[in-house]
DNA sequence: ATCCCTCGAGTTCA
DNA sequence: CTCGAGGGAT
């Protein structure tokens, strides 16, 4: 026989032959069991000689253990879909693409929306380097032991691969197996999964990929990139190249030349989608065309060539065993409906938000009756109505309370408002939620000050704002209940961590009216310092860009009132950092902050889009159209009227190179 | 005056 | 995640 090289080869070349005959097939030639006896001989001479181990053999698929996962950032950010939930918000999304397109043809693509998590692969000269989730979008967790562990996600690219190239896809637990998952948990005695989903979401998460690989996850593969940009001139090629290259690429697909198909798919695989191995959600109807795609660009929030269509949500029936009143950090009176515990699409829901007194005369809701609810949107449960039919006279009605369950301050209601508040600004309820919001991450950050021990310092009277909180001492804290020394002293060292946090998440963390992550970012950055802001008038707030003038009064108020005032002379005898902390991204680009540029005409390397991502990534502003407060006019070829009243308006002007310098 | 986009606020569950 | 309101753009 030939060198431990050349075995180590066929091996691998057998189990590859045979991995594929399994998946893309379907026509195993061996039993799962020969399989595994395959992958074990190459594992054990692998290990006798592990300078023979190449990223790409199937054995690296079952890792060993990872430690943790790193964050991984997406290259180009995985966005949501926007959603619909009849036929007839497709027919408008057609509307939408038809006038973006402008005369132009094109066709659809619809695919099934598959019901697992969003996975991104990357592959380097055909090698895949990297798996990552989701995450929110912007950022995910590096997961590649486990990606590799999918058995229908080649290792190595054959067909026609560029350098960086990215596949994304939806990792899925068939129905089948992950009826035998459960199964095996019950026999072991362990937690089982509510759903598929679930379940593959905590799996790829798990640090052992060994367990991973048992689990047997797939993917369907959905997009293709090369480096940032889509790798094909349409989506359906995109389908075909991931056939080629061995990846899983669902059959429940079809091309379409206008919206009607599109509607026709939905309507034939409603009737067979509970005759799938997998759990799909809707539809997803994307435009074809790749230019038109970048063309038509993206919201914050979602792509305006792709639209999920989804399938009406399952509706459960349940009893309203009662309401309760929860009273927020704003003071607003929260009526949620506590159910008899019911399985709905895969959780137990046991309680449901009521939202406002409005929505409970909406209802006609009363005590005890039978209501249907249904999970809109993932997870959040909604009561849909009452089951008026199902009344036998023993329901109770319900009176909304005209005092603070809290405190038992008369509430208010003001004229054409629905919010229901309590106006105590000492009640108990608003204090640990102001203080719940302060310690939050986005704010300042403080780890440790959870809602337990929230509750203790203001029930206490230890703590009656924030500001207490940075006169806390180890001794004072650890005599609370089940509050030993050393955690004691580890919230209060947070405490005191929290003081360097930098001006833009103190002002997150004070909770003004209509100031959150981005007002706060922007206030920050233009004014360096609270004094500065403090002094600040309406109208010097409302020239700020973004910044309107509801926004402007109540910073402005904030400031006025005495209360506010004396506590942020209180933070700062503390030693509470009042400044933008130089250190951190508050920082923007000089050359691009606040700055409004206007792009007219057609750049050479740069689309629209892209070019408008870029300026405004660095804190500059696109508008569409020149006016005194343009500040650059970006000017392509063929720039038209908008460049004439640039020059007459004397608005610098600047060509694509011209950004490019700015850019660099 | 109208449309569309963003940000803030409130909320559920594993 | 979804809704409502503030704020630009047209």
């Known amino acids: 026989m030939g060198s431990t090289k050349t075995d180590i080869e066929s091996l691998r070349s057998e189990i590859n032959h045979h991995n594929?005959?399994?998946?893309?097939?379907?026509?195993?030639?061996?039993?799962?069991?020969?399989?595994?006896?395959?992958?074990?001989?190459?594992?054990?001479?692998?290990?006798?000689?592990?300078?023979?181990?190449?990223?790409?053999?199937?054995?690296?698929?079952?890792?060993?253990?990872?430690?943790?996962?790193?964050?991984?950032?997406?290259?180009?950010?995985?966005?949501?879909?926007?959603?619909?939930?009849?036929?007839?918000?497709?027919?408008?999304?057609d509307e939408r693409c038809q006038k973006l397109a402008d005369?132009?043809?094109?066709?659809?693509?619809?695919?099934?929306?598959?019901?697992?998590?969003?996975?991104?692969?990357?592959?380097?000269?055909?090698?895949?380097?990297?798996?990552?989730?989701?995450?929110?979008?912007?950022?995910?967790?590096?997961?590649?032991?486990?990606?590799?562990?999918?058995?229908?996600?080649?290792?190595?690219?054959?067909?026609?691969?560029?350098?960086?190239?990215?596949?994304?896809?939806?990792?899925f637990i068939a129905k089948s197996v992950f009826r035998e998952i459960n199964q095996d948990l019950i026999a072991k005695g362990e937690k089982t999964f509510a759903n598929p989903r679930n379940?593959?979401?905590?799996?790829?998460?798990?640090?052992?990929?060994?367990?991973?690989?048992?689990?047997?996850?797939?993917?369907?593969?959905?997009?293709?990139l090369s480096g940032?940009?889509?790798?094909?001139?349409?989506?359906?090629?995109?389908?075909?190249?991931?056939?080629?290259?061995?990846?899983?690429?669902?059959?429940?697909?079809?091309?379409?030349?206008?919206?009607?198909?599109?509607?026709?798919?939905?309507n034939e695989m409603e009737t067979e989608k509970d005759g799938l191995d997998y759990d799909i959600d809707g539809?997803?109807?994307?435009?074809?065309?790749?230019?038109?795609?970048?063309?038509?660009?993206?919201?914050?929030?979602?792509?305006?060539?792709a639209i999920a269509y989804k399938y009406p949500a399952i509706q459960a029936m349940t009893r309203l065993l009662d309401i309760k009143i929860q009273v927020g950090r704003t003071g607003a009176l929260t009526p949620v409906a506590i159910l008899e515990?019911?399985?709905?699409?895969g959780t137990t829901v046991s309680r449901a938000s009521l939202h406002n007194q409005d929505e409970i005369e909406r209802l006609g809701i009363k005590l005890g009756d039978w209501v249907s609810i249904e999970k809109s949107g993932e997870i959040i449960?909604?009561?849909?109505?009452?089951?008026?039919?199902?009344?036998?006279?023993?329901?109770?009605?319900?009176q909304f309370p005209t005092r603070c369950p809290v405190c038992d301050t008369p509430v208010v209601r003001p004229d054409g408002e629905v919010v229901t508040r309590c106006p105590n600004e000492t009640c108990p309820a608003k204090i640990k939620g102001r203080i719940a919001y302060f310690s939050m991450r986005k704010a300042m950050d403080i780890e440790g000050l959870g809602s337990v021990l929230i509750q203790q310092l203001v029930e206490g009277g230890l703590v009656k704002d924030v500001a207490d909180l940075y006169a806390l001492d180890v001794k004072t804290v650890s005599d609370l209940e089940r509050m030993a020394e050393k955690s004691a002293q580890n919230v209060v060292d947070q405490i005191a961590v929290s003081k360097e946090r930098g001006l833009q998440r103190l002002l997150y963390g004070l909770d003004i009216r209509h100031v959150g992550e981005m007002y706060s970012k922007i206030l920050a950055n233009h004014f360096r310092s609270i004094d500065k802001l403090s002094e600040a008038s309406v109208e010097e707030l409302d020239e700020i860009y973004e910044?309107?003038?509801?926004?402007?009064?109540?910073?402005?108020?904030?400031?006025?009132?005495?209360?506010?005032?004396?506590?942020?002379?209180?933070?700062?005898?503390?030693?509470?950092?009042?400044?933008?902390?130089?250190?951190?991204?508050?920082?923007?680009?000089?050359?691009?902050a606040g700055k409004i540029f206007v792009l007219t005409g057609k750049m050479e390397n740069y689309t629209r889009s892209a070019a408008s991502k870029l300026i405004e990534e660095r804190g500059g502003r696109v508008s569409s159209s020149v006016s005194k407060k343009t500040d650059y006019l970006v000017a392509g070829e063929k720039a038209g009227s908008k460049l004439t009243k640039a020059e007459k308006l004397g608005v610098e002007i600047i060509d694509e190179f011209g950004l490019e310098t700015l850019f660099a």
Not at 286 to 304: I, W
């Open 547 to 592: 910044i309107g003038k509801a926004v402007a009064e109540s910073i402005h108020e904030y400031f006025r009132l005495e209360r506010n005032q004396d506590l942020i002379r209180r933070l700062k005898r503390s030693g509470v950092k009042m400044e933008v902390d130089e250190n951190s991204s508050v920082n923007l680009d000089e050359r691009f």
């Open 381 to 398: 449960p909604q009561v849909l109505k009452v089951i008026e039919s199902k009344r036998d006279g023993s329901e109770k009605e319900y």
């Open 199 to 224: 379940s593959a979401s905590g799996t790829i998460r798990m640090l052992d990929s060994s367990v991973v690989a048992s689990r047997r996850l797939d993917m369907f593969p959905y997009d293709v």
């Open 20 to 93: 594929e005959l399994y998946y893309q097939k379907s026509e195993p030639e061996i039993s799962d069991v020969e399989f595994d006896a395959l992958l074990k001989k190459l594992q054990k001479l692998e290990e006798e000689n592990p300078e023979l181990i190449t990223p790409d053999s199937p054995t690296q698929r079952i890792g060993g253990k990872a430690e943790g996962f790193k964050p991984f950032k997406h290259v180009v950010p995985m966005m949501s879909l926007d959603n619909s939930y009849n036929l007839d918000e497709l027919r408008k999304f």
């Open 228 to 266: 940032n940009q889509k790798a094909f001139e349409t989506h359906w090629e995109n389908f075909k190249w991931l056939e080629k290259n061995g990846f899983n690429v669902n059959p429940n697909r079809r091309l379409c030349s206008g919206i009607e198909a599109v509607i026709d798919f939905c």
């Open 283 to 305: 539809v997803v109807a994307k435009v074809n065309q790749t230019d038109l795609q970048d063309e038509f660009g993206a919201t914050t929030k979602s792509p305006r060539w």
């Open 103 to 171: 005369g132009r043809d094109f066709d659809y693509v619809a695919e099934l929306k598959i019901d697992g998590l969003s996975l991104s692969l990357h592959y380097e000269n055909g090698i895949l380097v990297v798996g990552a989730t989701r995450g929110d979008g912007e950022t995910g967790d590096d997961i590649t032991p486990n990606a590799k562990t999918i058995r229908s996600i080649p290792l190595k690219l054959k067909d026609e691969y560029r350098e960086r190239m990215e596949i994304r896809g939806e990792a």
């Open 341 to 345: 515990p019911v399985e709905l699409a």
